[in-house]
């Protein structure tokens, strides 16, 4: 049974730092691509970015784009998205997910096979 179990959310002040994990579990994931996304209340559900299992390559959402960074921890099993110069406008459900297709950056939910349960990231002004 595949598991993903994200971890770190919280509250922060503008300008902080949160560092998100994801815990894969149950399956071999190195064919896959690991995203995460965001939901706001009353908002669809956005793509913030995306790494590949195997060779580190990445993909950013323009919102995110130097101040959002994914890495891997293969050993761990674990993805991780570090935050930074966190806004109040990043407050959201941040979700990890996992996608089999080919598509090297797959930004749309549709395309993403397994999801976590979410990790709620509140910034205060």
């Known amino acids: 049974q595949v598991q993903l179990v994200e971890s770190g959310g919280g509250l922060v002040q503008a300008g902080g730092s949160l560092r998100l994990s994801c815990a894969a579990s149950g399956r071999t994931f190195t064919s896959y691509a690991m995203g995460w996304f965001r939901q706001a209340p009353g908002r669809e559900r956005d793509f913030v970015g995306v790494i590949r299992w195997t060779g580190r390559s990445t993909y950013y959402a323009d919102s995110v784009k130097g101040r959002f960074a994914i890495s891997r921890d293969t050993a761990k099993n674990t993805v991780y998205l570090q935050m930074n110069s966190l806004k109040p406008e990043d407050t959201a459900v941040y979700y990890c997910?996992?996608?089999?297709?080919?598509?090297?950056?797959?930004?749309?939910?549709?395309?993403?096979?397994?999801w976590g349960q979410g990790t709620q990231v509140t910034v205060s002004s």
């Open positions: 997910a996992a996608a089999s297709g080919r598509r090297l950056y797959p930004t749309g939910p549709d395309e993403y096979n397994y």
